[in-house]
């Protein structure tokens, strides 16, 4: 078996909640103080793991993270039981608490930035866990991130875990959301395109006014370098300033990359006709760019719908597919576009919908909920198998979401103690289901 490009996608964890934390992010605002439901949302995650394992592909899982993070309200000066700890936070702080207690690591995109073997120079799998540092909820992250990942992909020979950046603004990195992989076959020598939002050291250069900048130039270069990425083979661009200010937080909000496929809105890019000239001439392969301009979908319509932040798979028989969102289908317009778009000369053939209505009222698509890894087949010999998606784990992770997940939380459930004695009773229980040992802080305690 050649190369094949894997799905890691975050399992919802059981907190998941709606508290309004990430400004720049229209849905995440909207829904602020709605009531959630995890257990659905993290049967919807499961659905859409399932359906992609059942269509050939491999599809992994990982681990959500330890909420609420105890850890991080006793370093801000919270102190007593655990149960103390959060009464105080909740009287004194609700947002801090409520950030505390974020799912948001459910959504695997922004958990690191993956480099497969056959662009780094030293032929290793590489991953940088994200440093997320532009959110207070997120910026708690990768410490954990980096256990599950290493527990997951746990061989030296095949796999180079580094460090996340430095934790400040001047590095805010965001992981795979802003790097896509263009290639011939998974196998072969890629093209690894950087999109970030601002530069950190250089005054006076285009960034958003309205809404932040997430990544810097400075953190996807020094990712590519840790990476050991050939000038070659990595292209930085800027993402268009004004399509963050409209709600593209993230590049996969507006554009998406499979093999030699780079699906796009003519406003995605600053200097677009300079980084496609350059992507063609670093590509030893024929790129097709699929790009959307402003008739065919606005950039409204494509933060509404989440139309790039869809998956594009290569399917068994070489065809690829498109894995939407069920509000791509809701919209006319933009199911309009994928009807023509699937009839045209690309290799996209297919367009596969998923209700997956609980994440994106966060803000996540079927993109933000899955870290692509394209694995050798030594390599994914390598990844520990309980964490690789088939019958038997489907059945065995919904009956212990079925067990141990609420059906609705709302902001007051924050104050409530046995939220955390429930959670971590059910992320105890997984960790031994996934084999990945003592990755949660409350397990090392
Ligand atoms: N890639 C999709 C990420 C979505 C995520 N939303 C959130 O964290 C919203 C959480 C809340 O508001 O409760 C974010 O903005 O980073």
Not at 99 to 113: E, F, G, I, L, V
Not at 218 to 235: K, P, T
Not at 351 to 377: H, I, W, Y
Not at 422 to 429: F, G, V
């Amino acid at each position: 078996m050649s190369t094949i490009e894997a799905n890691f996608d975050g399992l919802v964890g059981p907190t998941h909640n709606y508290a309004g934390l990430s400004e720049g992010n229209v849905a995440s605002l909207n829904n602020a103080k709605d009531i959630s439901n995890p257990k659905q949302a993290a049967l919807q995650g499961l659905a859409k793991m399932k359906a992609l394992h059942d269509l050939g592909l491999v599809q992994g899982v990982l681990a959500p993270q330890e909420r609420p993070d105890i850890e991080t309200l006793k370093r801000i000066g919270f102190t007593g039981s655990d149960s103390q700890v959060i009464e105080q936070a909740y009287q004194q702080a609700p947002s801090i608490l409520a950030s505390c207690y974020s799912a948001s690591s459910m959504w695997t995109a922004n958990a690191a930035t993956v480099t497969p073997s056959a662009d780094s120079l030293d032929n290793k799998l590489h991953f940088t866990p994200a440093n997320l540092t532009n959110k207070f909820h997120r910026s708690i992250e990768p410490q954990v991130t980096g256990n599950v990942l290493r527990a997951v992909f746990n061989d030296e020979q095949h796999f180079s875990h580094h460090l996340h950046l430095p934790e400040n603004e001047h590095f805010g990195d965001e992981g795979a959301a802003n790097h896509t992989r263009l290639c011939g076959a998974h196998g072969d020598n890629g093209i690894e395109v950087f999109t970030f939002g601002r530069y950190a050291f250089k005054k006076g250069m285009p960034e958003p006014k309205k809404f932040p900048a997430r990544q810097t130039f400075e953190a996807s270069q020094a990712v590519a370098r840790m990476h050991q990425l050939d000038s070659q083979n990595a292209v930085f661009v800027q993402q268009n300033p004004d399509v963050i200010d409209q709600g593209v937080f993230h590049n996969d909000v507006i554009a998406v990359g499979n093999q030699n496929v780079l699906f796009y809105h003519e406003q995605a890019f600053l200097n677009e006709q300079a980084f496609i000239n350059e992507v063609q001439q670093k590509a030893d392969f024929d790129v097709h760019f699929v790009r959307v301009n402003n008739e065919q979908v606005s950039v409204q319509d494509a933060v509404q719908t989440y139309l790039f932040n869809t998956q594009i798979v290569t399917m068994p028989n070489g065809e690829m597919s498109i894995i939407a969102p069920m509000h791509c289908a809701n919209n006319s317009n933009v199911k309009a576009y994928l009807d023509e778009l699937v009839t045209q000369n690309t290799p996209i053939k297919s367009v596969k919908f998923f209700d997956v209505n609980e994440s994106m009222k966060n803000g996540g698509g079927p993109a933000c909920l899955r870290l692509r890894v394209a694995l050798t087949q030594a390599e994914l010999n390598a990844v520990n198998p309980q964490c690789i998606m088939n019958d038997a784990l489907y059945g065995q992770l919904t009956s212990w979401v079925e067990k141990h997940y609420r059906d609705r939380i709302t902001n007051q459930c924050l104050a409530d103690p046995q939220l955390l004695i429930e959670s971590r009773t059910a992320l105890d229980e997984l960790t031994q289901i996934l084999n990945i040992g003592s990755v949660y802080p409350f397990q090392k305690s």
